[in-house]
């Protein structure tokens, strides 16, 4: 029972280390001629939203879709980030 026990604690220890690891993970992208810049976190929330001065010479629709593409890129590899971790962690499991 006690190895048991010893095993469950060192898993719930490991999976709080992983839910750390993404909790930590930030990204920057930025828009192509650099009038957004955005960081997202390990889920893909947008954290930080910077707009450069050129972006006064953007119609609405075009501001939309720049900035859709671009927090869509920065979620991709926050995303990619996120599963790097997971790949890790369950092969690490994998071996124990």
């Known amino acids: ?3 048991l026990v010893t095993r469950v604690t ?3 220890h490991r999976m709080r280390d992983l839910q750390d690891h993404m909790e930590r993970i930030r990204v920057r992208e930025m828009a192509p001629g650099g ?3 955005l960081e997202v976190d ?3 929330g947008l954290i930080s ?3 450069g001065v050129g972006i006064t010479r953007l119609s ?3 501001f939309s879709t720049l900035f859709l593409e671009t927090a869509a890129r920065a979620a991709g590899r926050a995303y990619a980030k ?3 971790l997971i790949v890790a962690f369950n092969q690490d499991s994998a071996t124990r």
């Open 82 to 84: 996120c599963a790097e």
């Open 60 to 62: 609405p629709e075009e």
């Open 49 to 51: 939203l910077e707009l």
């Open 1 to 3: 029972m006690d190895e």
């Open 42 to 44: 390990g889920y893909g």
């Open 35 to 37: 009038v957004i810049s």
């Open 10 to 12: 060192r898993q719930l």
